[in-house]
């Protein structure tokens, strides 16, 4: 979001210059201000980079786990230790 933020905050006159960035600078604009801030996911895992994909599979077992309940305003911490052992927590988000 904050890189969304920073190329529509740094490209508004450019646009108007340069035709070509227009279409492409409106779609970005509109998916910016239609974002929804519900809530934070936070990962800790052994040292190392993870892989997209793994945070994408712990995701959704976090949300299976919430077994459907809506997670607004609230931080998930999915932690996965040495043993691979997932614990997922919840938390309010603060204001």
Excluded: C
């Excluded at 052994?46 to 931080?75: C, I, K, T, Y």
């Amino acid at each position: 979001m904050e890189i969304a933020y920073k190329l529509l905050e740094k490209d508004e006159t450019r646009v108007l210059r340069d035709t070509r960035l227009l279409e492409n600078y409106k779609k970005l604009k509109l998916l910016f201000e239609a974002r929804v801030d519900d809530g934070l996911v936070a990962f800790n895992t052994a040292p190392g980079p993870m892989s997209l994909d793994l945070q994408h599979r712990l995701f959704h077992l976090a949300l299976s786990e919430l077994g459907g309940e809506e997670a607004w305003n609230e931080v998930l911490e999915i932690t996965v230790d040495v043993a691979r052992t997932i614990t997922i927590e919840r938390f309010n988000r603060p204001d």
